[in-house]
């Protein structure tokens, strides 16, 4: 059974300060990765997918890297802001279905 | 330019009432899942629709059940609400179900309330 797993589960950090976020899964056989933004009592936004064979992605201020060998990704959030304030959550896609971590909720403070 | 809708956002209902939860799209997506989210824990996957075959999760209640009557929608009907199901429900759909580029987009969510 795949086991995804978000470390730390909170973060607070000043305005300006770069983020990173960790993820880690147990089984590397997986589609690809993606991280979503949920903001308090919402849905799921997709911020970035990592397919199976690459190693990163980026969109503006955000990079995700994936090793999927040691089944670790990280999340780099450049220069944050308090519009980066939000819960933070990595996902697998692997054996058809996705299957999530718990999340890090990040405080960015103005 | 909502492209996955679901209604309520809110619903309380009362232990032991049955509920459906509703779950409209507008991408023409084939793939349509549900998924429980209770506070500070991680979305679980409940079952998911590909076109009409339904896929169950092993570990799914037999008190939770699905309909799809169309591509567009998708119901959650809990038949015998407990205060354990208490939670976020969020629906996703997909349209390239297993592929390397597979995303999912979701809904806003309906937040239950049992009472």
């Known amino acids: 059974k795949q086991e995804v797993t978000q470390i730390p589960a909170a973060l607070s950090v000043p305005e300006g300060e770069n983020l990173v976020l960790n993820c880690s899964f147990t089984?590397?056989?997986?589609?690809?990765l993606q991280w979503f933004r949920q903001d308090p009592g919402k849905g799921l936004t997709s911020l970035l997918l990592?397919?199976?064979?690459?190693r990163e992605q980026t969109s503006g201020r955000l990079n995700a890297s994936l090793d999927k060998s040691s089944g670790r990704s990280t999340l780099y959030i450049a220069a944050s802001q308090p519009g980066d304030s939000a819960t933070y959550l990595c996902a697998v896609f692997h054996d058809y279905k996705l299957s999530f971590g718990a999340g890090t909720t990040v405080t960015v403070r103005a | 330019d909502a492209m996955v809708i679901q209604n309520p956002r809110y619903q309380v209902t009362q232990f032991g009432k049955p509920v459906t939860l509703s779950c409209s799209q507008t991408?023409?997506?084939?793939?349509m899942y549900w998924y429980q989210q209770k506070s500070s824990q991680a979305p679980k996957l409940l079952f998911h629709?590909?076109?009409?075959?339904?896929?169950n999760e092993a570990d799914t209640p037999d008190n939770f059940q699905s309909r799809r009557p169309n591509t567009s929608f998708c119901f959650l009907d809990i038949r015998s609400p407990g205060l354990g199901d208490a939670a976020m429900y969020l629906c996703a759909t997909s349209s390239n179900f297993g592929q390397l580029t597979d995303t999912q987009y979701f809904g806003p969510g309906t937040r239950l309330t049992v009472l």
């Open positions: 629709y590909y076109d009409k075959d339904f896929n």
């Open positions: 990592i397919q199976s064979s690459q």
């Open positions: 089984d590397s056989a997986i589609y690809n």
């Open positions: 991408l023409n997506h084939n793939v």
